[in-house]
C-alpha cells in the first residue's frame, strides 16, 4: 500500500492526500480504524455468551478475509482507534453473563481473537495461492499416513467449515475453563 496507490484508486493527486493525512501510518490508521467498523454487529448480540462469541468471531473473519490488508496494518502497527474502542465493548458485552473477573475476560477474548485473526491469515494467504495449493496434497497425505483420515472440509487449510470447527473447539476449551 502506498499513497501513490491509494490516490489512483481515488483518482486523486498524491500530494492532495496530505492535506488530509500527515503519513502513510496516519492514512493506514484511518482505512483501518473504517475497516473495524465492520467487525460490529448489526443487531443485538444474542444473549447466550458462546453465539454472541460466535456472532462476533464470524463477523472478524469475514472481514479480514474481505480486507486481508488489514491483517499486516495491525500486525506491524498496532493501534487502539476509535472504532477498536467499540468492538471492544462489543466483545465484553459477549462474555457479561459469565461474571469473569477483567483480566480472565481479555484472555478469553484475546485468545478467540488469535484463533480468527490466524485462520484469516491463512484464508487470506489462500486467496493468492492456487487453490489446489490449499488443500492437503496426495504427496503429503503418503508421508503422513494420518492426514487420510481428515474428513474433506479439513483437507483444505482455509476453509469456512474448517474455521467453524475450531472456533466451536476454542469455545468448548473456554466453556470448560469458565465453568469448572
Known sequence: MSIRRVAGEIDARPMSLYIHFDSKDE????????V???VLLDRPLPADWREAVAAG????????VRHPWVIS???????????????????????KSLSLEPAELWSIQGAVNDYVLGHS???????????????????????VPELAALPEFLRSRSSVERFEFGLQTVLDGVERRVLR
Open 27 to 34: 492514512l493506514l490508521a484511518s482505512m483501518a480504524n473504517a
Open 36 to 38: 473495524v467498523a465492520e
Open 57 to 64: 468471531a464470524r463477523k472478524m473473519y469475514a472481514t479480514f
Open 73 to 95: 496494518v495491525f500486525m506491524t502497527r498496532p493501534q487502539f482507534g476509535p472504532t477498536a474502542a467499540a468492538v471492544a465493548e462489543q466483545n465484553a458485552r459477549a462474555v
Open 121 to 143: 491469515l491463512r484464508a487470506s494467504a489462500a486467496q493468492t495461492a492456487a487453490r489446489d495449493a490449499d488443500l492437503i496434497s496426495e504427496q503429503e497425505i503418503a508421508a
